[in-house]
């Protein structure tokens, strides 16, 4: 017979209140939702699976970050852009709420070593600029990768560029 001990019910309480965490999802559902090319003003435009991750948001919708691969496209796209977001749900970057949908994103970063903050931009799939903020630099990050989201305990997801980031609400 199975003993239930006496912090069973403390934590199916705690469960209860737990905050709706953003959750990465790796193997087959990550594989069948990056899209080969991303189309971004009138360009189909390589993703980049080795820098790419797909997550739960806190309310169970998905959204899916990636870098994509300008190279080869024209100087105005090289600037501009980095990344890609398709999300299925609403999330907050930059302090603003993000709808459903797909959209760009450019990232300036100082030097690196320098301890300054970077530009996050986003745009819609048009080239229009929906939003933008700093981005600060985490020293303290042990080793970063060129894309990583990391969920924290509060609920939030960190999206990083490097040793830079931009808090997901």
């Known amino acids: 017979m199975r003993k239930l001990s006496f912090f069973t019910p403390l934590l199916a309480v705690a469960g209860l209140f737990a905050q ?11 594989d069948s939702a990056l899209p080969r090319d991303f189309y971004l003003e009138g360009n189909a435009i390589p993703t980049a699976k080795l820098n790419a991750t797909l997550v739960h948001l806190p309310s169970g919708e998905r959204a899916l970050f990636s870098l994509i691969d300008t190279t080869g496209y024209s100087t105005n796209i090289q600037t501009k852009y980095v990344g ?29 070593g320098v301890d300054q903050a970077g530009k996050f931009s986003l745009y819609n799939q048009a080239g ?3 939003a933008e ?37």
Request: net charge positive; with cysteine.
């Open 128 to 130: 229009s600029k929906l």
């Open 84 to 112: 890609m977001i398709i999300t299925e749900g609403d999330t907050s970057i930059c302090g603003q709420k993000v709808s459903a949908g797909s959209y760009g994103f450019g990232w300036s970063r100082p030097a690196s």
């Open 133 to 169: 903020c700093p981005t600060p630099r985490d020293a303290a990050l042990k080793q970063p990768k060129p894309l990583n989201l990391i969920p924290r305990p509060d609920g939030t997801a960190r999206l990083y560029y490097g040793r830079h980031y931009i808090e997901l609400r």
């Open 20 to 30: 709706p965490q953003f959750q990465v999802i790796t193997g087959k559902p990550f």
